[in-house]
């Protein structure tokens, strides 16, 4: 390299100069001769050969450049200021978040203890509501486990109504086709099996109807094996019947409430004609 590009001298701040003078001067008449060239070849006057025009087009691209280089650089004292404009556009972080400084600590504590307030209301909130919650949900489960036990009740009210309506068309049934010897079998088995209470029975509903449930007094309304007025069926709460075993069933009870057994009873008829 000539002199005038040999390497630049440090500068008082201990940085280098981008250029010395004899340097510019030189660039400067490389891009003038660079210029006039093209304007020459421009106008027709000078005709360069194919061959040497990439070596024009690169002097003029490297004076450009020198060009740029020389506009942009200032020196030392441009060097220097580029330095320090990352610290004039630093910015803080808390600016950057939108967050100010209070004016002194006890707008800052109340600040805070705003914010903590809102907090512990917000937190409130959501466990009055969550209790809330919870208390419709027990009502709701509550509800439903009435509900289903009340459907289960009624189920078991009807299937016991229907097993009862049902024994009660058995009986019936059973009724209508008993013999004698049934009837003096079920009332010894009501008896607990009392053989002297039954002969007693035997004797006193013989008397009357001869155990047929079908009897009827053409004189009153004496009716069945006991022969049980209108109103003395009542008294029994046994509705009057067909029945010869329910008829069996009411005239126990009647012989117990009035006469303490069959055998008091017997003893009425015997002693009046009637019990």
Request: hydrophobic share 45%.
């Amino acid at each position: 390299m000539s002199a005038r590009h040999s390497a630049r001298p440090a500068g008082r701040d201990g940085q280098q100069p981008l250029l010395r003078v004899g340097t510019i001067t030189a660039e400067f008449e490389v891009v003038r001769s660079a210029e006039e060239t093209v304007a020459a070849v421009a106008r027709g006057r000078h005709r360069l050969a194919p061959v040497r025009r990439p070596a024009v087009y690169l002097a003029a691209a490297a004076a450009g450049a020198v060009l740029v280089n020389v506009l942009v650089g200032g020196g030392p004292a441009a060097e220097a200021d580029t330095t320090t404009e990352p610290a004039a556009q630093a910015v803080s972080v808390a600016q950057q978040l939108g967050i100010t400084a209070p004016a002194d600590s006890t707008e800052a504590a109340t600040e805070l203890s705003g914010h903590l307030q809102e907090l512990a209301a917000s937190r409130a909130q959501r466990e009055t509501d969550e209790a809330t919650a919870a208390q419709v949900q027990a009502a709701a489960d509550q509800a439903a486990a009435d509900a289903q036990a009340a459907a289960a009740a009624q189920a078991a009210a009807e299937a016991a109504a229907a097993a009862q309506a049902q024994a009660a068309a058995d009986a019936e049934a059973a009724a209508e086709n008993a013999t004698t010897s049934d009837f003096h079998d079920y009332a010894l088995a009501q008896l607990d099996g009392d053989a002297s209470q039954f002969s007693c029975l035997q004797n006193l509903w013989g008397r009357e109807s001869g155990w047929n449930p079908d009897a009827q007094n053409p004189t009153s309304t004496a009716y069945g094996i006991p022969q049980f007025l209108n109103s003395t069926w009542a008294g029994t709460g046994i509705a009057k019947t067909s029945n010869g075993f329910r008829q069996i069933d009411a005239g126990l009870i009647y012989l117990e409430e009035r006469y303490g057994s069959p055998c008091g009873g017997w003893a009425q008829s015997e002693a009046v004609g009637w019990y």
